[in-house]
């Protein structure tokens, strides 16, 4: 496929997001919606909870002289999760952050694009992936567009 071909499926991928902007506004609102569904910050305090609990648990057995290592394989797999979880946040952080750039984009944009603009494509696409008859835009907020070529 050639640059301008790429260039142009690109074009109207945003077009079409552009054409139907109160649908995709929506759907980013559902997407963003979901986003928020997943946040579950109960579960970050009850680690930092049950880890304060263990670690307490583990001075007192330790002041005791007594066998403590199952506490501290416990207190490594709960630090573990709350990395885990950390990362998670972070990145729902970051896809909400990208469902709401897109969102602007689509209510400051007056009219459709003419031109292939890099800036605009690098702010908004995720990936582009290049079918026999399709091309497949993605966007950085979770969305994809295939357009026939």
Excluded: C, P, W
Excluded at 19 to 44: P, Q, R, W, Y
Excluded at 84 to 111: C, D, H, P, S, T
Excluded at 115 to 125: A, F, G, N, S
Aim: glycine share 4%.
């Amino acid at each position: 496929m050639q640059e301008e071909e790429l260039q142009n499926a690109v074009i109207k991928a945003i077009n079409t997001a552009l054409g139907g902007k109160d649908e995709m506004l929506t759907a980013l609102e559902k997407n963003i919606a979901m986003v928020l569904a997943l946040e579950d910050e109960t579960s970050m305090e009850s680690l930092d909870a049950k880890l304060e609990e263990l670690q307490q648990e583990l001075l007192k057995r330790a002041n005791a002289r007594q066998d403590y290592e199952d506490l501290a394989d416990e207190i490594d797999l709960l630090r573990e999760q709350k990395q885990n979880a950390m990362a998670e946040n972070a990145e729902r952080e970051g896809l909400k952050q990208r469902i709401a750039e897109m969102q602007q984009f689509l209510a400051e944009q007056r009219g459709t694009i003419q031109v292939y603009d890099e800036q605009v494509v690098r702010k908004l696409i995720e990936k582009i992936t290049v079918h026999d008859e399709k091309v497949t835009v993605a966007f950085k907020s979770g969305m994809e567009i295939d357009v026939k070529i």
